[in-house]
């Protein structure tokens, strides 16, 4: 027995959302074996679903992105959501021709079912206990929530970094679901640096003495210090060194050297404020599941000699790959190695690499050239 509830945000300029929950009972085999016996979905809608629901489009977000993509709570709410510069009235997403979906994949903090949501065999956070979840589940419990909507194909699905990993896995586990996948600022699969980068924050996490293997609910205490750290060093690596240079370069906060370990330069500054941010908002179990499944996504893992052309084969919708020059965390190398595998298999992709300052953050940034590249693309795709 499931229930859902629907509710189209109304398109105006600044509309105003709410976040609905759908809630399943059927069980959920996981990748690792884990099942999840019952568990909720938190999305939010934008625009009309047409009558024969062809002008879907799922938003897919990344690390630590949610299912607020668009709009505002609230008239005076001066925060929208995370991707409102593309998804909107008039904007390059539509929603005057598009029914916009954002959700909260499973294992995060905001709603969806995750480690710090209540688990219903002990009445106390799930913690340490909630599986490990990957991109394939995350499509997986995406493909219900389509069903429940009565979305039998997306006319396109869309998402930057993680998220440009989920549609990927669309276009295989579902290819028939989906007619155009907007993969931006990603990658087929993660470097070793990369690696490198997630299992650092993590274990600024995990040796942080609140953490408590996971359990810190239970403990009325909180891994604020791992958390933050994983936050600024993440931070680093979305930014450029054009952008950390133009915007800081070597200003000192007060003028001066303090010949101590507090805070000297802006950039040290900037760091400690992001970090401070995120680690109260964000939630640590989550943090760290997000990065695994990061980790773990390759589509060519159980036959690797196959190739990306090969896992890439059974995708029957058209792609457009973007990706950002200054972007060294999925630099547009990588990009291009999902191009030429699509290319390879005869099957149809365009390629825009886009000049930019930004760094890996440049696919939320409100670049014109960009937003009217999605545009011209979006306005060939049928509703």
């Not at 589940?137 to 429940?148: C, I």
């Not at 943090?287 to 084969?313: I, N, Q, V, W």
Request: one cysteine or more; proline letters at 4%; aromatic letters at 10%.
């Amino acid at each position: 027995m499931s229930r859902i509830t629907m509710q189209s945000a109304s398109s105006t300029q600044n509309m105003v959302v709410a976040a609905q929950t759908a809630h399943f009972d059927t069980p959920l085999t996981l990748k690792s074996g884990a099942v999840l016996d019952s568990y909720d979905l938190v999305y939010e809608t934008y625009g009309t679903l047409n009558a024969d629901a062809s002008n879907a489009i799922l938003v897919c977000h990344a690390l630590s992105g949610n299912h607020h993509v668009a709009g505002v709570y609230e008239a005076s709410d001066k925060k929208p959501g995370w991707w409102d510069n593309m998804v909107g009235a008039g904007k390059p997403i539509d929603t005057d021709r598009f029914f916009v979906i954002g959700l909260n994949n499973l294992g995060g903090c905001h709603g969806s079912t995750g480690p710090k949501s209540i688990n219903p065999a002990t009445g106390h956070a799930y913690g340490a206990a909630f599986p490990l979840v990957t991109v394939e589940d995350w499509v997986a419990s995406q493909a219900r929530l389509a069903d429940k909507l009565g979305i039998r194909q997306f006319a396109a699905i869309m998402g930057g970094s993680l998220g440009g990993m989920q549609v990927l896995h669309w276009s295989i586990a579902y290819p028939e679901r989906v007619r155009h996948c907007l993969v931006i600022a990603s990658a087929p699969k993660l470097t070793a640096q990369n690696i490198a980068f997630n299992d650092v924050a993590r274990q600024a996490i995990l040796t942080d003495p609140d953490f408590h293997g996971g359990d810190y609910y239970q403990h009325d205490t909180y891994p604020r210090r791992g958390l933050r750290l994983a936050r600024m060093l993440g931070h680093i690596t979305y930014l450029s060194d054009d952008v950390m240079g133009s915007k800081f370069g070597r200003i000192l906060r007060q003028g001066g050297f303090n010949y101590g370990y507090d805070v000297d330069f802006e950039i040290e500054s900037y760091l400690r404020y992001q970090g401070d941010k995120f680690a109260d908002s964000f939630d640590a179990n989550t943090y760290l599941l997000m990065t695994k499944a990061l980790d773990y996504f390759d589509p060519t893992h159980t036959a690797p000699e196959a190739g990306l052309s090969a896992a890439l084969a059974p995708a029957q919708a058209a792609f457009l790959v973007i990706s950002f020059t200054t972007d060294w965390r999925f630099a547009p190398e990588r990009s291009r190695e999902i191009v030429k595998a699509l290319l390879d298999n005869g099957q149809q992709v365009s390629y825009a690499e886009i000049v930019s300052k930004h760094g890996h953050d440049a696919f939320l940034m409100p670049d014109a050239h960009y937003h009217a590249l999605v545009r011209a693309y979006m306005e060939r795709v049928s509703g």
